[in-house]
């Protein structure tokens, strides 16, 4: 492969990211769910001024009622059977509609920690290129897994946000990290191997929290991360319009919304549809 | 085939959509765009009451962004490259997460009067059957056309729902007709030759109407075609929610929804990802 193509597509890649931070004053979205892989969705996202998208399989699995799933947790336990090319021609669909400027960072199979091995071939990292994505939203669990990932990516100028998680999680969404020390640790160790932006999971094991607040572990969590690191900071899981702010305020660069942004434009199509009926 | 078993099918279909119209009172909405082909929005409008779903070719091609498309009129010109395998995967999708007692009328490449011919099989026909799909959302535009496809797609125990238009609409999604005694009279020639469900296109090309109110052009058609068949009636085109409780009061059995489901979710989307970011 030739480096210095790849490293320019890298640059690219980056400095999509870095503008969308600096223009939304330090914290941008990075919209998913229903605006990850509907093109009319992200297109509405993009016109109301997102900047990063997210096309993910488990989101296409839930679009596309495979299996019958009509909840993520579901979608977790079949996305791998979602295939290299839906995801292709979903990314391909809203790069034609959002435009070169977008990120756009997908979720393929094979890139979470999937329930049955999904190997991907150098061949599969050059079609992730041409269809026009930026980087892969990826939720491997260990360094290693994750090291042979950024690899293969960065070679074909595919940058990485990968993520962190927590021992006790109910999905494996990240490398576990128990204590905010842990969290900086793991951090550390994500940005040595060369992953571009850096994420906390930071919902599902949650609950009972004030609106508008954060718990204080994931507070403590989040403040661990963004102290460890120098690239771009990432949120995401639980994020809603209740306690967005609060994220902000902590100076997480990257809030990453999908469920909630799904569940508003459900509800307009039941109150639409009650009112013709 | 088994035309008994053929026969069974097709009237579990036309029992599902005579107690939709019953149970909403005479006029029952036909629910498409993104409440058609997108499996979260189809449970959403479900979910609100809706009976009838409606996937649809050209819907499909603007959810993938195919070839860029972003509005309805683009999206025809390109809708007959859809292929009927997507359609195929859409609808089985949508099947799996409304139930078995949601009625599903498919528009598939070759049902539409396309730029290009797409010729269907036998085989193509009992694959529409064996996805769930009740019925098909057709706009063959001459009597001879429309018999070949009923012929067909009765033989698959599928039912059928077709239009009447406009000599001079923009886009052809009918058998022509001109004066409201045209339209009686293609509504009857559809009749006589198994059409299971009759429409009227009505919208795109009548501007400038009072809010809440029909254009009287539109209105006398209506009325005409209501008066000439016995099968249940269809409005489609142009009906959002300024102007359904008008067609509501003609006494059309059943308001096809697409478009401005569409721009619903869109406009919660666009607010909401406003106020995150």
């Known amino acids: 492969m ?3 193509d790849a490293k320019k597509r890298l640059d690219r890649g980056r400095q999509k990211v870095l503008d969308a931070i600096k223009s939304h004053g330090g914290t941008t979205l990075l919209s998913t769910g229903i605006t990850g892989d509907d093109a009319r969705m992200a297109k509405a996202a993009v ?3 997102a900047k990063l ?11 596309r009622g495979y299996q019958g799933v009509t909840n993520m947790h579901a979608a977790e336990m079949v996305r791998h059977e979602i295939s290299l090319a839906q995801m292709l021609e979903v990314s391909k669909g809203v790069r ?7 990120f756009i960072t997908t979720g393929v199979p094979g890139g979470f920690t999937e329930i049955n091995p999904v190997p991907l071939s150098e061949e599969d990292f050059l079609n992730i290129a041409n269809a026009g994505i930026d980087g892969l939203h990826t939720h491997k669990s260990s360094i290693e897994d994750l090291k042979v990932w950024v690899d293969n990516a960065h070679k074909y100028g595919i940058l990485v946000d990968a993520y962190i998680g927590h021992p006790d999680d109910l999905h ?5 990290a ?3 020390e842990d969290v900086a640790k793991v951090a550390k160790q994500m940005e040595a191997i060369g992953v571009d932006f850096i994420g906390l999971m930071t919902g599902m094991s949650y609950e009972g929290v004030e609106a508008g607040k954060i718990h204080p572990v994931i507070e403590a969590r ?8 120098n690239v771009p900071t990432i949120a995401e899981g639980g994020i809603n319009e209740s306690n967005f702010k609060a994220f902000k305020e902590l100076g997480v660069n990257i809030l990453v919304v999908g469920t909630a942004l799904d569940n508003i434009a459900a509800e307009a ?5 009650k009112v013709f009926l």
Request: no cysteine; hydrophobic share 45%; charged share 15%.
């Open 2 to 4: 030739f480096s210095n």
């Open 96 to 102: 034609n509609v959002v435009g070169p400027d977008i």
């Open 172 to 176: 494996t969404f990240g490398v576990p």
């Open 178 to 180: 128990e204590t905010p």
């Open 222 to 229: 989040v403040k661990a991360l963004i102290g460890a690191v």
């Open 47 to 49: 016109d109301a001024g």
């Open 269 to 273: 199509i039941k109150r639409q549809v």
């Open 53 to 63: 998208i997210e096309p993910n399989h488990p989101a296409v699995a839930l679009a």
